[in-house]
């Protein structure tokens, strides 16, 4: 069973441009959720999906990231425009359902390290 | 909201001797606690997790323990080995039985095996 996925898995880009990630979750699984880790601090909740529903938003820290995921499978977040402040690493994670397993896991793809310089 | 703290933030330990990180939490409302283990670019993966209702849990070399009274839940490794060396993250949930089941984490530890 493949993992979850992300692309690409580094991006450099100016202050003022548009970056897009993509995550695409391991198959079947309907839960899928954004983390941002800066700098060698904790990684930070951004968002959580409930197939294409936003079930919790409270982690996007402004206006300028934009998360989709059309027909609830793949997902994208978008910066527009990019920040000094956003550089990190950005982790897609991607859990069951809740009534099909009853199991918490996430899991986690390997990341995004996203640069604005 | 939930905070967690996760101590120490480096930590260097002999091949064979025990390391032990712990971590405290402050919403009692969480009840899922998974530990994820990083290594040096590649995804974190859980390693062991622990529900509010057990109090110990143990996979082969390592261990967590759970105190729900004081908050904290700790990670212990036995005999440790060059190949434990990773980022160690505590996190913090209210699982599927809360309005979210985000986790919360910890800033991590780097853990060093000297062989």
């Known amino acids: 069973e493949a993992g979850v996925t992300q692309f690409p898995s580094h991006s450099v880009i100016e202050k003022g441009q548009t970056v897009t990630l993509r995550c695409d979750p391991i198959?079947?699984?309907?839960?899928l959720y954004w983390y941002r880790r800066v700098m060698g601090k904790e990684i930070k909740f951004l968002l959580h999906?409930?197939?294409?529903?936003?079930?919790?938003e409270s982690g996007m820290p402004n206006n300028r990231f934009l998360a989709e995921r059309t027909g609830g499978t793949y997902s994208t977040l978008k910066v527009q425009p990019a920040e000094l402040e956003d550089s990190g690493v950005y982790f897609c994670?991607?859990?069951?359902?809740?009534?099909?397993?009853?199991?918490?896991?996430?899991?986690f793809g390997p990341g995004t390290r996203l640069t604005v310089l | 909201g939930e905070n967690v703290e996760q101590h120490p933030s480096t930590l260097s330990v002999q091949e064979g001797d025990s390391a032990v990180i712990k971590c405290t939490y402050s919403?009692?409302?969480?009840?899922?606690f998974p530990w994820y283990k990083q290594e040096l670019g590649k995804r974190p993966q859980l390693i062991i997790d622990?529900?509010?209702?057990?109090g110990e849990k143990k996979d082969q070399r390592i261990a967590v323990t759970l105190n729900k009274t004081a908050k904290h839940f700790s990670l212990h490794i036995t005999e440790t080995q060059p190949e434990d060396s990773a980022v160690y993250f505590c996190?913090?949930?209210?699982?599927?039985?809360?309005?979210?089941?985000?986790?919360?984490f910890g800033t991590g530890t780097l853990l060093a095996v000297q062989p």
């Open positions: 999906f409930v197939k294409e529903s936003k079930q919790d």
């Open positions: 919403d009692s409302a969480s009840n899922y």
């Open positions: 996190a913090a949930s209210m699982g599927w039985g809360g309005a979210t089941n985000k986790l919360i």
């Open positions: 198959s079947g699984h309907d839960n």
């Open positions: 994670a991607s859990s069951q359902d809740s009534a099909a397993s009853s199991t918490d896991t996430q899991y």
């Open positions: 622990i529900r509010s209702n057990v």
